[in-house]
T-cell receptor, first 115, second 115 residues
Framework: DSGVTQTPKHLITATGQRVTLRCSPR?????VYWYQQSLDQGLQFLIQ???????AKGNILERFSAQQFPDLHSELNLSSLELGDSALYFC??????????????FGPGTRLTVL | GENVEQHPSTLSVQEGDSAVIKCTYS??????FPWYKQELGKRPQLIID?????GEKKDQRIAVTLNKTAKHFSLHITETQPEDSAVYFC??????????????FGTGTLLAVQP
């Protein structure tokens, strides 16, 4: 167990819908990262938050958004869902970026299926 | 842009043999290189990492080597066991104070250890 929690474990929804994925980082970790894992794209960085502020953006679609709350948990919002959004979504957390230790620990993931 | 290439995509070895997985990165500013093991449907788990000020690191049966000049790094597993069977991902990131340390992942290697 990495100490990072994610809910829900599984999510099945229809095209055009909107869903919210939730992540709680390890105790003491200030930074949260979201990654998408699909069969054709592998593990791709989506977005990073540090202490409530957006720190970096990767290959994140405009239909996707995220935020980090004062208690440091983070939510990833996916809207206007398409079949191609079906994937495993992982959250990872670390201490302050750039300062050791900054290892990223991954949560168990949310499997999203869009029908 | 930032890219990490990983080879081979699949690797089958006999129990007790060694396995080697190689990665090449494009961003010369990368200075942190973790390796993750992922079992089917599970989260990526960090197994070893290396920072750019070190050329080699070993942890029991696992070792990682880094060649900064050639921009490549490798994972070595000795005395493989069936429980080593999984997908292995290499990754690269910049570890700078105050900046993002998002992970850029390789495409993964499916390691099968035959008993």
């Amino acid at each position: 167990d990495s100490g990072v929690t994610q809910t829900p474990k599984h999510l099945i929804t229809a095209t055009g819908q909107r869903v919210t994925l939730r992540c709680s980082p390890r105790s003491g970790d200030l930074s949260v990262y979201w990654y998408q894992q699909s069969l054709d794209q592998g593990l791709q960085f989506l977005i990073q938050y540090y202490n409530g502020e957006e720190r970096a953006k990767g290959n994140i679609l405009e239909r996707f958004s995220a935020q980090q709350f004062p208690d440091l948990h983070s939510e990833l919002n996916l809207s206007s869902l398409e079949l191609g959004d079906s994937a495993l979504y992982f959250c990872a957390s670390s201490r302050e970026p750039g300062l050791a230790p900054d290892t990223q620990y991954f949560g168990p993931g949310t499997r999203l299926t869009v029908l | 842009g930032e890219n990490v290439e990983q080879h081979p995509s699949t690797l089958s070895v006999q129990e007790g043999d060694s396995a080697v997985i190689k990665c090449t990165y494009s961003d010369s500013a990368s200075n942190y290189f973790p390796w993750y093991k992922q079992e089917l449907g599970k989260r990526p788990q960090l197994i070893i990492d290396i920072r750019s000020n070190v050329g080699e690191k070993k942890d029991q049966r696992i070792a990682v080597t880094l060649n900064k000049t050639a921009k490549h790094f490798s994972l070595h597993i000795t005395e493989t066991q069936p429980e080593d069977s999984a997908v292995y991902f290499c990754a690269a990131s910049r570890r700078n104070g105050g900046a993002t340390n998002k992970l850029i992942f390789g495409t993964g290697t499916l390691l099968a250890v035959q008993p």
